[in-house]
């Protein structure tokens, strides 16, 4: 399999959401608590159609969670099904089947960790161009479930001001019901849409029935209500809002509908970190403590990692400090610690992010720190990756065959591309979690750092005089088979790809939290960044091919190996913040550059390279 086929299939499998059928299942159960009152009235059927579908969709309902994956609460939802059934053909009251449906909604989508919010922020301007192109022949211009189209049809198209039925839906089974389609209406999928369209959709119809309504937002940003994360208002309906926190709870919700860029402010990815914080401690307190790790992890990687370059651009020892107590909070949820010593850790955390939220501003960076993070971004991914290419193509020119540049321009390139493809299918397609992104790349730096190997000892192995000299003597397209050539390519896409598609992401979360003139200064950095990458990729091709060609195989033998060193502590590193190695911490000096982290397993893996390549070094020296 070829790099590039091997790492997106590494990606997809650790995507996290979502099981093939689970959407289709939440908006089964979603449909049925909604419009089981319109067809079932104290016992009677009023609706003889809507309720043979209540028989066949509560049916489904059993069938669907049958083929969930094996899950504790797997036997609970099972039974919570066989219940629901029953009182659909027992003509139950409507409440009881709207409450039962929610508890169900809200299992699945924690058992099974689904992924029930929009990764960017809602377009209602672009959501009203859409409904206009797509929606407004059936529902009618402003929602009524009047449009031309609709005439005749059975059963008509649901009319968005209907407060009974806007008090009953969620935003997320607006999203899927949009997604999925409904079964035996002409309600069609809409799932050629991009994700990012279907949630501005959701909130734009999601919001017709009822006013946004006056709203002291500084007073709500305040409060500890629940509606403030956005992960809980998808799923909760305006009904359970009004219970929750009464006549102002129905206000509120109205409100973020309207609103959802209060979720979108500079400060939306910390305040996700401290909320993931509180879930880590409900969750251990309840003896759950693999959940608790879970959260721990989506803490960091989809909270505070996505900001870390921009508290670095103000305060470098409180990035460093907030990111060894992440890692140690970590190491105590896995050790077992008791839960006084993990809410001492969450304390602690949640104090240095509130530190860190004052740092950045509650508006924006400053057109200096966007400027440094832009910069520094791009530097510190790019560098390595540039390294490796240009002295790969320092190589091949060294050598005489520039025919064999194309294959390094071939791994590059489509690692960019690659690189686009998957951020573009990360905000389109699928869910990309943090800990799939920190997967994709520790897996790729693992890889990276055994060819990297490989190719070093290759080129050291050149530096003999006996074998320098019959390589010279060679025919170089003997010398450089296709093989050779396509390990090349291999690495130039590697070292690429596993830079790329973080390098968007970070830069997605910096141009979310910059102004207009921010905008301007960051681009400017990414610009100067390319520009300085450029002049050190021009230096090292200048000076490099001056070299006589067996200093040169030494000197480029040498850096493949020091690079793979650095790849091998990015990679542990990366593979520990997504949760899937054990992080020891140690007494060491870090230097993130070098891809030096105080931490055992990384240090241990870098020595043994070390070990390896030395012996390996002095076994081919003796046989000179």
């Known amino acids: 399999m070829k790099a590039s086929a091997f790492l997106f299939l590494v990606l997809m499998i650790f995507a996290r959401p979502s ?30 159609t809507e309720y043979d579908e209540m028989l066949d969709f509560s049916a489904g309902i059993s069938q669907q969670l049958a083929d969930l994956p094996a899950h504790e609460i797997k036997a609970e939802l099972m039974k919570d099904a066989q219940v629901l059934s029953d009182w659909v053909r027992q003509k139950d009251a409507s409440e009881k089947v709207r409450r039962l449906t929610a508890q169900m909604h809200h299992k699945i989508i924690n058992a099974y960790q689904i992924k029930v919010v929009p990764r960017k922020q809602p377009n209602l301007d672009r959501a009203a161009q859409l409904y206009a192109e797509q929606c407004a022949s059936c529902h009618g211009a402003e929602g009524f479930g009047d449009g031309p189209a609709a ?49 501005s959709l959701a909130f734009y119809v999601g919001s017709m029935a009822v006013a946004a309504g006056d709203i002291d937002v500084e007073k709500l940003k305040a409060s500890d209500n629940t509606l403030l994360n956005i992960s809980k208002l998808t799923i909760t309906t305006p009904a359970q809002a009004e219970e929750l926190y009464g006549e102002e709870g129905a206000k509120i919700m109205a409100y973020l509908r309207h609103h959802p860029e209060i979720f979108y402010d500079s400060e939306s990815n910390l305040a996700f970190a401290r909320q993931r914080l509180q879930d880590v401690l409900v969750a251990y307190k309840n003896n759950d403590h693999k959940k608790a790790y879970q959260y721990a992890v989506e803490a960091y990687l989809e909270g505070f990692e996505l900001v870390e370059q921009n508290i670095n651009a103000f305060d470098k020892p409180l990035r460093l400090e907030i990111e060894i107590a992440m890692t140690g909070l970590r190491n105590q949820i896995r050790n077992g610690e008791s839960i006084e010593s993990i809410e001492r850790d969450i304390a602690l955390i949640s104090e240095k992010l509130a530190t860190a939220d004052d740092l950045l501003g509650s508006t924006s960076l400053s057109g200096g720190a966007a400027f440094a993070s ?103 397209h003997k010398a450089l088979t296709s093989g050779t050539l396509w390990t090349l390519t291999g690495l130039s896409f590697i070292a690429v790809y596993r830079e790329a598609f973080e390098t968007i992401l970070f830069y997605q979360a910096l141009w979310a939290q910059t102004n207009e003139p921010g905008k301007t200064m960051a681009f400017s950095g990414f610009l100067t960044a390319v520009g300085v990458l450029a002049v050190l990729g021009w230096l090292i ?55 030096i982290y105080p931490n055992l397993q990384g240090l241990l893996v870098q020595l043994a390279l070390i070990i390896l390549a030395v012996f390996l070094w002095n076994r081919k020296t003796a046989k000179k």
């Open 541 to 595: 091709m200048r000076y490099s091919v001056r070299l006589p060609l067996r200093q040169f195989f030494a000197v480029t033998g040498g850096l493949m190996f020091f690079l793979a060193i650095i790849f091998a502590g990015k990679g542990i590193a990366a593979l520990q913040e997504a949760g899937v190695i054990i992080s020891s911490p140690v007494n060491f000096v870090r230097f993130d550059l070098l891809g």
């Open 151 to 199: 005439i005749g049809m059975d059963p008509p198209p649901i009319n968005f001001h209907d407060v009974e039925r806007y008090r009953q839906r969620t935003l997320y089974g607006l999203h899927s019901t949009i997604t999925q389609g409904v079964n035996g209406t002409t309600m069609t999928a809409y799932d050629q849409m991009s994700d990012e369209d279907r949630w």
């Open 374 to 476: 832009a910069f520094f971004i791009l530097l510190r991914e790019g560098l390595e990756a540039l390294l490796i290419v240009a002295a790969l193509a320092a190589f091949l020119v060294r050598t005489k065959r520039q025919d064999g540049l194309r294959y390094i321009h071939l791994g590059w390139v489509s690692a960019l591309v690659l690189g686009l493809l998957t951020w573009w299918a990360s905000v389109s397609l699928v869910s990309i979690s943090g800990a799939s992104r920190e997967i994709t790349e520790g897996v790729a730096a693992i890889v990276a750092t055994v060819v990297l190997l490989y190719v070093g000892f290759w080129m050291h192995d050149k530096t003999s005089a006996a074998k320098w000299k019959k390589f010279i003597d060679d025919s170089m």
């Open 19 to 48: 099981l093939a059928n689970t959407q289709q299942l939440l908006q089964l159960i979603d449909y049925v608590g909604v419009d089981y009152s319109g067809a079932v009235s104290e016992g009677v059927v009023i609706s003889p």
